[in-house]
């Protein structure tokens, strides 16, 4: 049924509510003019589509009505080929509804309530979603291993992340590993070279050994941490890293309670003297690693470490990295190594008085208050990083307790040594001890 332009955009103004003028347009008769009824109350029956008509200008003066476009009033909706529209020289581009803007890329369509479907809202993407195309229903779901731009019109492609060598932050850990294993050895050479001396043999020599040793292998277990995580790393890094740190700290453990007994056994006949040979320090720490080993046994045999990709924590970055699977055994290893390093560090201090003539007690002392200070400190900073900032940490924690272990035992060790030769012989110690 065909009806003048007037009351086709009667129509349409209605479904843009404009309520000003579309009572009086639609009121108005066909172009047929068949009948000349009014509309008073606007009830008159309406028709399933209206034409839309344009004035169209061809050679000769000759002017005509073109249609254009359809409205259909009952299902809301209307097509329009604007390309076959002459719009007159003052009109500059095509009218745009009062109702809705078009929605761009970014946005979607939400449809308002009690309002007509041609008026809706325009409602950002969701995180993690786009929209590309103008007036979208939907938004799209990036792909895992991509992430929305700011706009949220397309997906970039993550940035796969981990405390890798090739960056400056793992170069450095990685070289201070490094230099601080070889020179533990070199430490421990000095030691071995130098093992008749009376610094060396005061200060029990196979336990420094020992400990030196397990301190080298704890330097060089913080490169487990570095690089690209797999699963075999996962599984060896804490492990490795709590059993090793155990043989040192239970190492300190023995050489403290040495140093307490050899002061306690000097009376003739006394029974403590059984217990100063390098059998029973071995013992002690032979048990204190094989309490640990089977609390790691129990960790990987329950709920062992295993490798994880992180989506979440950083926009724009895929982090590879280990979850640690049960972190309540995770804290009992911590915590094992954190008795034995109280219980060295107790030990110490009762006996940092005694006449020691190089200061063992003390020098242990100090050696397990860093170590206690460096692991306090980390634990809160652990809870609160992601991603490889965690790592970094760790590494980090590794590193520094062990070498305020190597600095507070062995340096003023090797400056007797190498620097106060004159005050490393049997004649200097035994007038200290008389003195």
């Known amino acids: 049924m065909s009806t003048t332009l007037s009351v086709a955009m009667a129509t349409i103004l209605e479904l843009y509510k404009v309520p000003q003028l579309h009572h009086f ?43 254009v476009g359809e409205v259909y009033p009952l299902a809301q909706r209307f097509t ?75 997906c970039l492609p993550r940035i796969v992340t981990f405390l890798a060598y090739e960056e400056p932050l793992g170069m450095t850990l990685a070289c201070a590993a490094i ?26 020599r196979s336990l420094s050994y020992t400990l030196l040793v397990s301190l080298s292998l704890c330097f060089l277990c913080s490169l487990l941490f570095i690089g690209h995580p797999t699963t075999a790393t996962c599984l060896l890094r804490q492990t490795t890293f709590a059993i090793v740190f155990t043989v040192a700290v239970s190492s300190i453990l023995a050489k403290t309670i040495t140093v307490v007994l050899a002061f306690r056994a000097t009376k003739p006949g006394s ?65 094992y190594m954190a008795l034995l390093a109280l219980a060295s560090f107790t030990v110490a201090f009762l006996a940092r008085n005694l006449p020691d003539t190089f200061n063992e007690a003390k020098f242990l002392t100090f050696s397990m208050l860093v170590f206690c200070s460096v692991w306090i400190s980390f634990l809160p900073s652990y809870q609160s990083s992601k991603g490889k900032a965690i790592v970094a940490l760790e590494v980090f924690a590794i590193l520094t307790s062990s070498a305020g272990i190597l600095a507070c035992i062995f340096a003023p060790k090797c400056f007797m040594i190498l620097l106060r030769s004159e005050q490393n012989t049997q004649g200097i110690l035994k007038k200290k001890l008389t003195a």
């Open 271 to 335: 029974r403590l003297r059984s217990w100063l040979g390098s059998t029973a320090s071995y013992s002690l720490i032979f048990t204190c690693t094989l309490i640990q080993m089977c609390l790691c046994g129990i960790w990987l045999g329950t709920y062992p470490p295993f490798l994880e990709m992180d989506i979440h924590s950083e926009p724009g970055s895929i982090i590879i990295q280990c979850n640690e699977g049960s972190l309540l055994v995770f804290y009992c290893v911590l915590g």
């Open 179 to 204: 230099c601080f294993s070889l020179l533990t050895v070199l430490v421990l050479g000095v030691f071995l070279k130098h093992r008749d001396t009376p610094i060396v043999k005061a200060n029990n």
């Open 80 to 154: 329009i080929k604007e390309e076959d529209i002459d719009w007159p020289e003052d009109f500059h581009q095509t009218p745009t509804s009062m109702c809705s803007v078009k929605c761009g890329p970014g946005f979607k369509k939400t449809s308002l309530e009690n309002q007509p479907i041609c008026c809706f809202a325009c409602t950002p993407c969701p995180e993690g979603k786009i929209s590309n195309q103008t007036d979208a229903e939907q938004c799209l779901q990036c792909p895992e291993d991509q992430y929305p731009n700011r706009e949220r019109d397309r």
């Open 25 to 67: 347009l639609k009121c108005i008769n066909s172009v047929t003019n068949a009948s000349d009824e009014s509309c008073w109350n606007g009830t008159k029956p309406v028709a399933e589509a209206y034409d839309i008509l344009n004035y169209k200008s061809f050679p000769g003066q000759i002017e005509t009505l073109v249609k």
